[in-house]
């Protein structure tokens, strides 16, 4: 059965969700959320959380989907040892160092790998699972068949698909806008969303880059069919009624049953299907028409005015109090309905409008949901993982054993015991994760009851795990000025340079046709006559070089190396081909002992968006005959121009003066 889960940026979210259908929620807490602007979940709402989801058979996932900075590995570390006490379905991460940390700290805690990661193809996902990865979210950026396709190729690893929600123009975690715009990183949960903000082409102000939202609808049955194994719905900051209304929505999706389509009335911009439906030319255009925000539904449209009285013709009724909206020249006019008639409503100013003008509903005064008292929930017990054995007379508990009467059992007693001992009524609870009853011996509920209460009563924690930094003897060479390895046009450079006796390729981060883009660095090594460096930009680059050891390589700035632990991982996985490092644009502290002796980027400027959308397509609204593939658009914003380039349908934009 395909999963349905939900936002939650506060604990009262993720009960909704749950009252609205979902399977599970995913959520922040307090720190290295991707999420900053969300209230997010203190360590009591976690618990509370936890909890009930076990209570109602449910599943939580915590997001740890920033990069961290090596002062902060510590206190990661210890994040996620509260997070160990407790158990969860999933820690959804970005930084590698972070996966590095699970894989060898944590192994109890499931590692799932987030969108931030960018992982679109079948060696991206491969490269998941080889680092310890249970689940890999993927990119927004695929259309049904691909993700068919990587389906197919990758039935030993959990796949999930973003299906609703706001929609990044770049590729999520190589978006560089927000940073490089404000200072603030999206890589850090800061993003200032520069997407949504306006531009000049020609003299006309439009927003290229403000995405419609995505409503996968009807598609999530594709998705189901193909087992893909949990459905995500983006929103954070959305608040009770966007999550309760949306999970109503997809849980009748999902079950075939007819969708509430109450949820345009919570946060709904004009909407696609996203990528699901992606063909390359001639796609349904991506980016919103003339409104970037919440846009409701269209009900009617005006049919007259006389003062504040206007006429209306409406297809739905709307009452008192519901949020209505006109798109005016100057912009949104947005009022609470007073209603004389099924066709006349008061407006609140005297304002004029048009005849034919398009009524949006924007909010439903009977939708809005009582508050929960958050403070009466429970919290979870703190897990005490547990190994059981039962011989003639005694329980062992771990490594403490308690007297018991045992005679010859006539039936399995496994599952009853278990369960006796996982009841509790403390603040602790037992975990079984090894049972052994060789002799199948009978025992006494109340016996075993006695003895869990016993154990956990003289239980004292262990703090026995403590982080230990990455110490290793350093290596690595010290590489070129990563401005001088770059290509032509893009920061990328697949063809090679030379410099000092050694060529330098650089390998594209995005790719649609892995099989080619490999294949053309095959036969590109045979052509060159130098030692070659192999700059690697993606997972699927991490999984090509593990299988390829007789190549050097070095990690490039799209894997954004921000601390030792990520180095480290590097290092792991390809060993001795692995030569040298440059750390993330982010990165400005020079004094970094990593395994691998990184090379800083000092000021160089990455693009601020690589994206599938096409700026000429999407953008301009331009048709797809006659088109040769290849632009180039100036824009301006506040005095500041900037590259857009189209490239077969793809789109990197670029500040003027790093061209």
């Known amino acids: 059965m395909i999963e349905l889960s939900l936002p939650s940026g506060c604990l009262e979210n993720a009960v909704y969700s749950f009252l609205g259908g979902a399977d599970s929620v995913y959520f922040g807490l307090k720190d290295f959320s991707a999420r900053k602007g969300a209230a997010n979940f203190s360590i009591s709402d976690f618990k509370k959380i936890r909890r009930y989801a076990k209570e109602h058979n449910k599943k939580i996932y915590i997001t740890i989907n920033t990069l961290i900075k090596d002062s902060e590995l510590e206190k990661v570390f210890d994040t996620l040892k509260e997070i160990e006490k407790y158990g969860c379905d999933g820690i959804i991460v970005q930084d590698y160092g972070v996966m590095r940390m699970l894989r060898n700290y944590f192994p109890s805690l499931s590692l799932h790998a987030s969108t931030q990661a960018a992982i679109h193809t079948d060696y991206g996902v491969k490269a998941m699972k080889m680092i310890g990865c249970k689940r890999a979210v993927l990119s927004r950026e695929l259309s049904i068949d691909e993700i068919k396709e990587i389906r197919e190729k990758n039935k030993d690893i959990e796949l999930k698909v973003f299906i609703h929600g706001a929609m990044c123009y770049g590729f999520s975690g190589l978006c560089m806008a927000s940073f490089y715009k404000t200072g603030r990183s999206a890589n850090r949960g800061e993003c200032a969303q520069m997407c949504r903000t306006w531009f000049t082409i020609g003299g006309e102000k439009i927003f290229p880059f403000s995405m419609k939202d995505m409503d996968a609808g009807e598609k999530i049955k594709a998705l189901k069919e193909m087992n893909i194994d949990s459905v995500k719905v983006e929103g954070r900051m959305k608040g009770n009624e966007y999550d309760y209304y949306t999970a109503l929505y997809y849980r009748a999706l999902i079950d075939g049953n007819t969708p509430d389509d109450r949820i345009f009335y919570t946060f709904h911009r004009e909407s696609s299907d996203g990528y699901l439906s992606y063909k390359g030319p001639g796609h349904n255009k991506l980016i919103t028409e003339d409104y970037t925000s919440h846009k409701g539904k269209e009900i009617g449209s005006v049919t007259g005015q006389n003062g504040k009285k206007v006429k209306v013709s409406l297809t739905e009724e709307i009452k008192d109090r519901d949020g209505l909206m006109f798109l005016l020249k100057d912009g949104p006019y947005k009022f609470s309905a007073k209603v004389l008639s099924r066709n006349e409503i008061i407006l609140p100013d005297d304002i004029q409008i048009g005849y034919g ?87 006494k509920l109340s016996e075993i009851k006695e003895a869990r209460r016993a154990y956990l009563e003289s239980f004292e924690a262990k703090d026995e795990k403590t982080y230990k930094a990455v110490n290793e003897k350093q290596s690595g060479i010290a590489l070129p000025d990563r401005k001088l390895i770059e290509g032509e046009i893009y920061p990328w450079n697949e063809d090679g340079i030379l410099i000092d006796g050694v060529t330098y390729i650089t390998l594209c981060p995005i790719t649609f046709d892995e099989e080619k883009k490999y294949r053309k660095l095959e036969e590109r090594l045979k052509e060159i006559d130098t030692p070659v460096m192999i700059g690697l930009n993606n997972a699927a680059d991490l999984y090509y070089a593990s299988k390829h050891p007789e190549n050097s390589y070095f990690i490039d700035v799209y894997l954004n190396t921000t601390n030792a632990e990520a180095t480290a991982l590097f290092k792991d996985i390809l060993k001795d081909s692995l030569k040298g490092i440059y750390a993330s644009v982010e990165v400005k502290d020079g004094n970094l002992s990593w395994p691998v002796t990184p090379t800083l980027t000092k000021d160089y400027t990455l693009p601020y968006f690589i994206s599938r959308s096409c700026f000429r397509h999407d953008s301009l609204k331009k048709e797809c005959t006659s088109c040769n593939k290849k632009h180039k658009y100036e824009i301006e914003q506040n005095g500041k121009l900037y590259d857009v380039l189209v490239d077969n349908c793809m789109t990197v934009v670029k500040e003027k003066s790093a061209f």
Do not use: G, H, W
């Open 357 to 443: 003008m398009p009524i949006y509903k924007i909010s439903d005064s009977s939708m809005n949901l009582k508050k929960i008292n958050t403070e009466a929930m429970k919290e979870e017990r703190e897990r005490i993982d547990a190994v059981i054995k039962i011989d003639d007379e005694k329980i062992s508990i771990n490594d403490k054993s308690y007297p018991i009467s045992t005679q010859k059992a006539e039936k399995d007693q496994k599952d009853n015991v278990i369960r006796a001992l996982e009841q509790s009524q403390s603040d602790k609870e037992l975990k079984v994760i090894s049972y052994e009853n060789n002799k199948n011996l009978f025992v």
